[in-house]
């Protein structure tokens, strides 16, 4: 903890003089990045840091992205102001649909100190997420950094921790949801899923008193009903899944085989084992590394 708020410490008071200076953009991507090395000593092992890289034009304009991480775009600016943020924006937005696949990727805009996450949802960039790094929230700088780089490994977690890394505003639950609703447009015609959805939304009903639930809140049940499925295995295992352990771990299967019978029923959330959802491997494949990385 100590060398992390010496090291931020350290940052802060640098970029603090840079701006001072009036320094390039550049010049505060380098500093930045050389922060992000030295709390993250194996930063580089999965994916090198490339900078002004250039992404061509796939669907829109393209241009050179400050630096790209895996699939992190960041974009720097001197300080982000009215027309700073516009422009930014406008920048991410077109390296990230210029992507293979833009719903994979985030991009953050930054000025050293404030960082804002954006994604692609329903064809417009949205901010999902956003940090403030300062030396008296120095754990909560790195946890927060960690959800994105995925570094750490064999964390003990704690309830933050796992708030950070799953919860509604984390890298994973995004990049899952994204999954999810490619999977649900595969069966929405289907009779089963849509019984599921349909007895669903009567229990909500009862619940609540009256109609509330619709595809986007049918979503996020089944998120949190998969993601507690992937977590009691993991906890059981000591591992992450494989690819193909993901249909019995959603219908069950898999703790039944260690013994747990009825860990799992079939409620409304089995419609991801639908056959057609199981074909889809690559989605199954995503949906799975998105915890692997974190598990």
Not at 71 to 95: P, V
Not at 124 to 150: H, P, T
Not at 191 to 207: D, H, M, N, P, Y
Request: hydrophobic share 45%; net charge negative.
């Amino acid at each position: 903890m100590y060398g992390l708020l010496n090291q931020l410490n350290s940052y802060l008071g640098d970029l603090q003089d840079l701006r001072q200076r009036g320094a390039s953009e550049a010049s505060i991507r380098d500093r930045f990045l050389r922060f992000l090395r030295d709390a993250f000593p194996r930063l580089e092992q999965p994916h090198p840091i490339e900078l002004e890289k250039h992404i061509p034009a796939l669907r829109v304009r393209g241009g050179f992205a400050d630096a790209l991480y895996g699939d992190l775009i960041f974009e720097f600016k001197k300080i982000l102001d009215g027309s700073a943020r516009a422009d930014g924006l406008e920048e991410l937005g077109r390296y990230i649909r210029n992507q293979k696949h833009p719903e994979r990727f985030l991009g953050i805009l930054t000025d050293g100190q404030n960082l804002e996450v954006y994604a692609l949802r329903n064809a417009s960039l949205d901010k999902v997420d956003e940090l403030l790094l300062s030396a008296d929230r120095a754990e909560d700088a790195k946890l927060w950094l960690d959800c994105y780089l995925f570094h750490e490994k064999n964390l003990v977690p704690t309830a933050n921790d796992v708030a950070l890394r799953f919860g509604d505003r984390s890298p994973t639950f995004w990049r899952s949801l994204r999954v999810l609703e490619s999977l649900w447009r595969h069966v929405a015609d289907d009779a089963g899923a849509q019984t599921k959805f349909a007895e669903w939304q009567s229990l909500l009903s009862i619940v609540y008193g009256s109609a509330v639930g619709d595809e986007a809140l049918f979503m996020r049940h089944t998120y949190l009903a998969l993601f507690a499925r992937t977590l009691a295995f993991v906890a059981l295992e000591r591992r992450a899944p494989n690819n193909g352990e993901l249909a019995d771990i959603l219908t069950g299967a898999a703790f039944e085989r260690m013994g747990f019978d009825n860990f799992v029923g079939d409620d409304f959330f089995t419609w991801v084992a639908d056959a057609s959802c199981r074909a889809d491997t690559r989605a199954a494949a995503r949906y799975r590394n998105a915890f692997d990385r974190r598990l």
